[in-house]
């Protein structure tokens, strides 16, 4: 069955540093994967998805995540925060089935600070 | 023109009382979901609906009854409304393929006082 686990519920990070957001899945099929972002009281937002096509995805605002099989992972990364990145942010898989359900992790909160 | 559009973006209601959120896509997709996110932000996913046709039903009260009159639409009627309901409901939609991403409303916000 598939899983996701998100390391770390809080990450803070000062204005321009580097940014980075653990996942770690499980898949018994080729995942899909996805990142999305949830500005406050707003809904979520596709960051990017790995479809297999290429191991590095780049994404809106910056966003970049590197599918590594050997490690199960799927990290998140920008090299430069900014403060409007304050988000939540979730990770999640395709379950594989034709059912389109995705299974997600619960959650980072990125906090900025100036 | 907003893609998935939920109303009413805020709901507040007594106990016992029965209401109803209404979710419109205009992205041609077949599949639409309801999401609950509680209070720790957790996301689960409760219904999902492709071409009209239940395809997810995950454990939930049977209080929560989603109806959907056609592709485009998939309501959410909740009947005698317990204070445990009071979370934000999520709309999403997606095309009917595997592995696909879906696509979020803006959230409804249910408090049941």
């Known amino acids: 069955a598939q899983s996701v686990t998100q390391l770390g519920s809080h990450v803070s990070v000062s204005e321009g540093a580097l940014v980075l957001l653990r996942c770690n899945y499980s898949?018994?099929?080729?995942?899909?994967l996805f990142w999305y972002v949830q500005y406050p009281n707003q809904g979520l937002q596709l960051l990017l998805k790995?479809?297999?096509?290429a191991t590095l995805v780049k994404g809106i605002n910056g966003f970049e995540a590197e599918f590594k099989k050997s490690e199960t992972s799927f990290h998140l990364t920008k090299p430069s925060a900014h403060m409007s990145d304050a988000a939540e942010y979730f990770c999640?898989?395709?379950?594989?089935?034709?059912?389109?359900?995705?299974?997600w992790g619960l959650g980072t909160s990125l906090a900025v600070n100036p | 023109d907003t893609a998935v559009s939920q109303t009413p973006k805020y709901l507040v209601t007594q106990m016992g009382n029965d209401k109803s959120i209404k979710c419109e896509q205009n992205?041609?997709?077949?599949?639409m979901y309801w999401y609950k996110q509680d209070s720790k932000k957790f996301l689960k996913i409760m219904f999902s609906?492709?071409?009209?046709?239940?395809?997810i039903n995950e454990t939930v009260p049977n209080r929560f009854s989603p109806k959907s009159p056609d592709k485009a639409h998939l309501n959410l009627h909740i009947n005698s409304l317990e204070l445990g309901d009071s979370a934000v409901y999520f709309c999403?939609?997606?095309?009917?393929?595997?592995?696909?991403?879906?696509?979020f409303g803006q959230g409804t916000r249910l408090t049941v006082v």
């Open positions: 898949s018994s099929v080729p995942p899909y």
């Open positions: 992205l041609g997709h077949d599949t």
């Open positions: 790995y479809t297999s096509a």
């Open positions: 999640a898989v395709s379950d594989g089935g034709n059912n389109r359900k995705l299974i």
């Open positions: 999403a939609s997606s095309r009917a393929t595997p592995n696909t991403e879906a696509f």
């Open positions: 609906y492709n071409n009209k046709e239940l395809i």
